[in-house]
């Protein structure tokens, strides 16, 4: 089964970089990515929190976070 | 021409649960993936320090740092 994956960020510099390094390795017939800009998609905010996103950039896999450096404060985007 | 990136961790929990959710995900195919437990290879410390890297894990990819959530900081491994 393929994996999960929801890459949050706000377009910030960190943000950016971050999404170029990582996301252009990811592996696509492994796992479905959905990209997702919480400054634009403020109705993802409540999911992103409930699943334990504190900062972005952040890669949730199959429901664990993983924070990648630190662009910005979740509670920044609210 | 394939991306060099380096895992850099040190058998932490943080930092095996990283690792499996992250290297995965990753397409061999557009990346030469090395990963280096720098609990064991401390020949390998200096240059990791050299490329940026202040806390395990850490994924570097063509000389970028991306810490992924905090396992340990890289001076408690020297």
Sequence with gaps: MKSQAVF?????????AAEH?????????????????LGESKN?????KTQGVKSVP???VDGQVLHINFGAAIEALE
Tied chains: 1, 2.
């Design 58 to 60: 952040a890669l949730v």
């Design 44 to 48: 993802r905010l409540a999911a992103a």
């Design 21 to 37: 390094q990582l996301l252009d390795l990811i592996d696509t017939d492994k796992v479905n990515l959905e990209v997702v800009h």
């Design 8 to 16: 949050y960020h706000a377009g910030c510099p960190v943000c950016v």
